[in-house]
């Protein structure tokens, strides 16, 4: 079992940067994958960007892609989300996933991929 806890949201004005991070614990070694995901109210939850362990690839949604930058930590179990140029539509709760080998793997930005989540930090971009 793995749990991840995110942290650094906030309030910031358009054009603005934060850095999320998200932390793992428990069974880290099968944390190969990890992902962030965001959703607003009355939209779906949209992955927004992914990384593979050893930051061998990372994949981006066009909404984000040039702004946001993922990367991880492997001796810290961290993994960040720099988001710069920040816009009103970034505004929504932030999640942090991450997967076991076992669960099927549908893409690097499909929630489906993913069996582990933290519980969410809000970014406000007004």
């Known amino acids: 079992h793995v749990q991840l806890v995110e942290s650094g949201g906030g309030s910031v004005q358009p054009g603005g940067s934060l850095r999320l991070s998200c932390t793992a614990s428990?069974?880290?070694?099968?944390?190969?994958?990890m992902a962030w995901f965001r959703q607003s109210p009355g939209k779906e939850r949209e992955g927004v960007a992914a990384?593979?362990?050893?930051?061998?690839?990372?994949y981006y949604s066009n909404s984000v892609k040039g702004r946001f930058t993922i990367s991880q930590d492997n001796a810290k179990n961290t993994v960040y989300l720099q988001m710069n140029s920040l816009k009103s539509e970034d505004t929504a709760t932030y999640y942090c996933?991450?997967?076991?080998?076992?669960?099927?793997?549908?893409?690097?930005?499909?929630?489906?991929?993913?069996?582990?989540w933290g519980q969410g930090t809000q970014v406000t971009v007004s």
């Open positions: 996933a991450t997967r076991s080998t076992s669960s099927s793997w549908y893409g690097p930005r499909d929630d489906r991929s993913y069996n582990y």
């Open positions: 428990g069974n880290t070694t099968s944390s190969n994958r």
């Open positions: 990384i593979v362990s050893g930051a061998t690839s990372t």
